[in-house]
């Protein structure tokens, strides 16, 4: 895949600088004077269908809804709830029922088809165990309904205030909010375990914040893994030619 670099006088975010290190966390960090600019080229991307069983530890599932699509801002691409599959294979997302463990048919009872993200290089076994018991530790809590419906107007908020938070991060007069709630919507639980597991650094959390980020940023955020292929919910299951993963990766 094309990887362009350019330079500018302008550092992105006012200063702020997202890496990945070599043990697969990523960080945040103030630079002064260049800007980096790393973008990739959007590609047709071949169509590959997944069977259950090829699930792997550490897979995120993004679910399709064509009824949700351009509902809500955040729902844009129709894909309206996102799941994270456990070392043990169990399924754990948070819906209208609260945090709980599911199945593939399960959630096709509510949705079209799942894609697929994945990046094997994240999930260390110290890391998939820390995920077992961060799910066991969040089963039964409730959904956040409420903070579902923030996430817009908490986005802009985030960009008003994000280089002071940085800035007061790296001076040590600001802590990012703490990531285990009592109350989870979907993609706030797996931003969450994300960071509790170490993919996310604390750093990088004031960025990829569980409180702002939707089931779609997830999607483009290659923190989470990388497009590895669909799930069909039956056999001549038709996936959109527009769909967000046929045109990009």
Same mark, same amino acid.
């Given at each position: 895949?094309?990887?362009?670099?350019?330079?500018?006088?302008r550092?992105?975010? /006012?200063?702020?600088?997202r890496n990945? +290190?070599?043990?697969?966390r990523?960080?945040t960090?103030?630079?002064?004077?260049?800007? +980096?600019?790393?973008?990739?080229?959007?590609? %047709?991307?071949?169509l590959? +269908?997944?069977?259950?069983?090829?699930?792997?530890? /550490?897979?995120?599932?993004?679910?399709?809804s064509?009824? @949700?699509?351009?509902?809500?801002e955040?729902l844009?691409?129709?894909? #309206?709830?996102? #799941?994270?599959?456990?070392?043990?294979n169990?399924? @754990?997302?948070?819906?209208?029922? /609260?945090v &709980?463990?599911?199945?593939?048919?399960?959630?096709?009872?509510?949705y079209?088809?799942?894609?697929?993200?994945?990046?094997?290089?994240?999930?260390s076994?110290?890391r998939?165990? &820390? %995920?077992?018991?961060?799910?066991n530790?969040?089963?039964?809590?409730?959904?956040?309904?409420?903070?579902?419906?923030?996430?817009?107007?908490?986005?802009e &908020?985030q960009?008003?205030?994000?280089?002071?938070?940085?800035e007061?991060?790296?001076?040590?007069?600001?802590k990012p @909010?703490?990531y285990e709630?009592?109350?989870?919507?979907?993609?706030?639980?797996?931003?969450?375990t994300f960071i509790?597991?170490g993919? +996310?650094?604390?750093? #990088?959390s004031? @960025?990829l914040?569980?409180?702002?980020?939707?089931?779609e940023?997830?999607?483009r955020d290659? #923190?989470?893994?990388?497009?590895?292929?669909?799930?069909?919910?039956?056999?001549?299951?038709?996936?959109?030619?527009n769909?967000?993963?046929r045109?990009?990766i």
């Amino acid at each position: 895949m094309p990887i362009t670099r350019y330079r500018s006088n302008r550092p992105p975010n /006012g200063g702020i600088s997202r890496n990945r +290190i070599p043990n697969g966390r990523v960080i945040t960090r103030p630079i002064v004077g260049i800007l +980096i600019v790393i973008f990739q080229m959007e590609s %047709l991307v071949q169509l590959k +269908i997944l069977k259950e069983d090829e699930l792997e530890p /550490g897979d995120i599932l993004l679910c399709y809804s064509s009824e @949700l699509q351009g509902e809500a801002e955040e729902l844009q691409n129709g894909y #309206a709830h996102t #799941a994270i599959n456990t070392y043990k294979n169990s399924i @754990l997302e948070s819906s209208a029922a /609260g945090v &709980k463990t599911t199945d593939l048919s399960s959630l096709f009872e509510e949705y079209g088809h799942i894609a697929v993200l994945r990046n094997k290089e994240l999930w260390s076994e110290e890391r998939l165990l &820390k %995920l077992d018991e961060y799910a066991n530790d969040q089963i039964g809590k409730k959904f956040n309904s409420i903070g579902m419906y923030k996430v817009p107007s908490r986005k802009e &908020k985030q960009k008003e205030v994000v280089m002071e938070n940085v800035e007061g991060y790296f001076d040590g007069s600001y802590k990012p @909010l703490a990531y285990e709630k009592n109350t989870y919507f979907c993609s706030e639980l797996i931003t969450s375990t994300f960071i509790h597991v170490g993919i +996310i650094d604390e750093s #990088a959390s004031i @960025l990829l914040s569980p409180e702002v980020f939707s089931p779609e940023d997830i999607g483009r955020d290659k #923190a989470f893994g990388f497009f590895v292929g669909y799930i069909l919910p039956y056999e001549g299951y038709n996936i959109p030619e527009n769909d967000t993963f046929r045109t990009s990766i």
